[in-house]
């Protein structure tokens, strides 16, 4: 046989070059050979959980559409034929008849796989990659520019054919909503042009290893903790043959830390690209679900939107976009009385009883709702049935569910498919609970494998909280031994526990750090802890790491006031300099205490608003003169709120903030009418409390919506948000104010100080309907 001439390198071999580059592949790891949302992915895949009203999958194959993916390759495990099925059934991505002709979709199923590392191994024998990809997760939210990250790698790759991967990273705040805990990376750079020196996720945000070895023969070197994981990670063809080479690589993290420690040896090298703007999250837990939810719903995943046709691109599906984020589909039944206040999605077919009340929640396609019902943050999926008078507050109920009559079901509860309870249920905190079909499915399971399964309770020791149902349900738990999520976990930190406790508490939390093998090596003050509670020890007798506390629960009294005092010196002078003054000086003074002292951000919010309306008091205590009417109060504090304009910009941005300094002057107004040693002006100060919100707003410091938000709440309620250390300063220790600072509020006490609350919403009357009726002549 005749050899064939060699091709010289001219133009056909530019262009081959260039076809072979110009088509660009995304792998989409749809399993995430984890637990955690576990029992409502016994019958769905996660992939196609429903996020808004649609499958998650959905949002992750529309981001790669948008930024030039030709060809997508969906790797899944569990429930593969469900995402077959749904990939080649969708208008968009199957068949021929697809809207997405420019992109093709190819669904990878293997049963024998159990990490990302098994599924790019398998890849890599099919021999499916051809060049450049980018790899991601099957739950990854996004609407960022891709492109200057991809230009950079493969401008990169022409002269480092070594730089084998570039990982994608979005400059985000410390306290960013979409950071979940398990994402805080710390990443040390080459500044020229970043290449990665270390890489390491710290979960607890208090202690980080750092190898000393990266920073010799190298003068500059950057050590970033202000930047959120993507999870896209651009990579070259190389990638799936050095899974293949070492089986140690079980995530993108095991393959990133291999790479970086033999990189003298290999000569492979990982760069990063940072983003500065976008938006990007992984559903990585329910805490990330909600987050991303909400996210979806205020627009800032924007053009991913329930009003402008996504999912389906179809205007028939297209929902309508009202005030204060409410989506509707066009067929929803309202009754008469039925409100949707705000940050809600109701789907396709829905059916709304009289005097019901919705807000902050998600209410699938087909979902009956009875009459007065309260819907506070929950996500309720396709064909659930809530009958008359029930209270749903920040809960998974999946598709097919029945609640009867008068049933309350508390913050963290998940019910999975067809689950009936009812009427007159209570269902407590975190209580998770499974039908029929799946209790059987599940522990067929375990009884399939040598794992430890679930742990279930019988449905004949839950009468106290299923009510009168006569269906049969169980609760669920994850068994000690179930799979941690690799990709994530840090040791001693378990995540699968830690998820349900992230969605079942409404404060923040934090995670303590591991607890040391030989408690007599630690430090004294770092052995105090909590007793321990019967469920917080598992069977092993071992107790559980980490363990998930309330932030607020920690910070002693003492130290608040502390920091109050500090920080009403800071502000007390600038006032007294009788000039706008530079923030930052007064923000970074602020923010050195907050951190000496470990306060709440909550926390920062109200006392900078408490320091500010005591300000006048302080003054004129100091020049010896008596503020004797209203008119002059509000004069001195109108003086000193100008003043601190910078500051109260800096810190009252998003609506959870303003919501804070609100709360606090509504608390300084209600208590200081009443106490002695703030007379008089404690009760002129309650006389300008409308002029001083007046001001606020005008500024555009206090939002419209919060406002309103606020005098829409029910006083008992807001009331549980006042800071014990603003009621310590009467004397009888009868009083609620020093009872509040035991916890000991009795109902009477709890019932005096919402009368107080009630009967400031009356004086601030007038400019709350001058509020509603601008709002009015705006729709």
Known sequence: MASQPKKKPGKEGKGEAFKA??????????????????????????????????????????????????????????????????????????????????????????????????????????????GDFILVQGDLVANVDLQPALDAHRQRRTVERNSVMTVVCRQVASRHPARSLEDQVVLTVEPANQRILHFQKSPSGKKIRFPTEVLDNRDDVEIRCDILDCHISICSPQVPPLFTDNFDYLTRDDFISGILEHEEVQGNTIHCFVLQAGYTARISNLHMYDTVSRDIIGRWVYPFCPDLGFPSGAGDVAYIYKRHHIYQQRDVQLAMGSVLEENVVVGRGCVIGENSVVRNSVIGNGCRIGANCVIDGAYIWDGCTVEAECQIQKCVIAGGCWIGRGSVVASGVILSYGVRVGPDARLPVGTRLVGKADFQSITDEAEDSEREGPVFTTNAAEKTILGGSTEPAWRFSLSNGADSDTESDSPGINFEEASWTWWSLANPITVDEEIPEDDSSADEDDAETEPEDEQDIPSSGKPRRPVVKNVKAFIPIEDRRIFFNEISDSLLRAVDSDHEVGSDNIILEINSSKFAYNIAMDDVNKLIIRSILEIPEIRARQRKRELTSAKEVFGEVFHGLKILLPVLRNYYRSELSQMSALTSIVECAVNYVDLPRHQPYGAHLHESVMKIVKYLYDQDILAEEVILKWHRGASDEQVLSFLPFFLHEIASQASPRRRHVSGDLTDEDMTALARKVDLLKAKLEPFIKWLQEAEEESE
């Open 21 to 130: 580059e110009d088509v660009l592949q995304a792998i989409i790891i749809a399993d995430s050979f984890n637990e955690r949302f576990k029992p409502i992915t016994l019958q769905t895949p996660r992939a196609l959980l429903p996020v808004a009203n649609c499958p998650t999958i959905e949002y992750t194959l529309e981001f790669l559409a948008s930024v030039g993916v030709q060809e997508i390759l969906i790797f899944c495990r569990a429930h593969a034929e469900k995402i077959r099925s749904y990939i080649q059934s969708h208008a968009k991505w199957g068949g021929k008849g697809r809207r997405h002709r420019s992109v093709t979709v190819q669904v990878i199923v293997s049963e024998d796989c159990y990490s990302m590392g098994d599924a790019l191994r398998e890849i890599d024998a099919k021999n499916l990659i051809r």
